[in-house]
Antibody, heavy 116, light 108 residues
Framework: QVQLQESGPGLVKPSETLSLTCTVS????????WSWIRQPPGKGLEWIGY???????DYNPSLKSRVTISIDTSKNQFSLKLSSVTAADTAVYYC??????????WGQGTLVTVSS | DIQMTQSPSSLSASVGDRVTITCQAS??????VNWYQQKPGKTPKLLIY???NLETGVPSRFSGSGSGTDFSLTISNLQPEDIATYYC??????????FGQGTKLGIK
């Protein structure tokens, strides 16, 4: 059973870079595509982007200029970097597997607050 | 961009009721729609994929239908544990993945 766990700072200062890592356990990171999704407090879901171990990726155009999603097969991890953050980037960030265009397995989510 | 308009934004129904949530795409997206359930304080869970296919382990009272621009999620025989927010999600066009605004379902 594949499980995902997000990790990273819960507080980031405005204008800095948000960095999160998702560790995949119970399966190989080469099996699927992997995605990041966020949810501002009390609001809906927003897809951020995905990565595949082959190097392919895709990002939401609304965030593309600030986002990098990378993968480390040796550690069975993938990571999110979001630069130049503002309060609008405050959200619960989820990592998820992307299987046949569906977000099948989700991490528990981690709240990241942007504040000085 | 292809927009997904979900309605209603909230509704209340009684145990045993039949409930329908709809999602309308701004362009034809074939059957490229999934549905998720998010219970309060929990992670979203995939219910329906490719518009009408029930994910393994999901109760059969959940069903999905639609193609083109109009899609629906139906819960027959509503149960108390179905209290949640439901999201549609498309996987076509730009951006590749977009969620609907969500429908918050409560019990009367």
């Amino acid at each position: 059973q594949v499980q995902l766990q997000e990790s990273g700072p819960g507080l980031v200062k405005p204008s800095e870079t948000l960095s999160l890592t998702c560790t995949v356990s119970g399966g190989s990171i080469t099996d699927y595509h992997w995605s990041w999704i966020r949810q501002p407090p009390g609001k809906g879901l927003e897809w951020i982007g995905y990565v595949h171990y082959s190097g392919s990726n895709d990002y939401n155009p609304s965030l593309k200029s600030r986002v990098t999603i990378s993968i480390d097969t040796s550690k069975n991890q993938f990571s999110l970097k979001l630069s130049s953050v503002t309060a609008a980037d405050t959200a619960v960030y989820y990592c998820a597997s992307l299987i046949d265009n569906a977000f099948d397995i989700w991490g528990q989510g981690t709240l990241v607050t942007v504040s000085s | 961009d292809i927009q997904m308009t979900q309605s209603p934004s909230s509704l209340s129904a009684s145990v045993g009721d039949r409930v329908t949530i709809t999602c309308q795409a701004s362009q034809d997206i074939s059957n490229y729609v999934n549905w998720y359930q998010q219970k309060p304080g929990k992670t979203p869970k995939l219910l329906i994929y490719d518009a009408s296919n029930l994910e393994t382990g999901v109760p059969s009272r959940f069903s999905g239908s639609g193609s083109g621009t109009d899609f629906s999620l139906t819960i027959s025989n509503l149960q108390p544990e179905d209290i949640a927010t439901y999201y549609c999600q498309k996987y076509s066009g730009v951006p590749r993945f977009t969620f609907g605004q969500g429908t918050k379902l409560g019990i009367k």
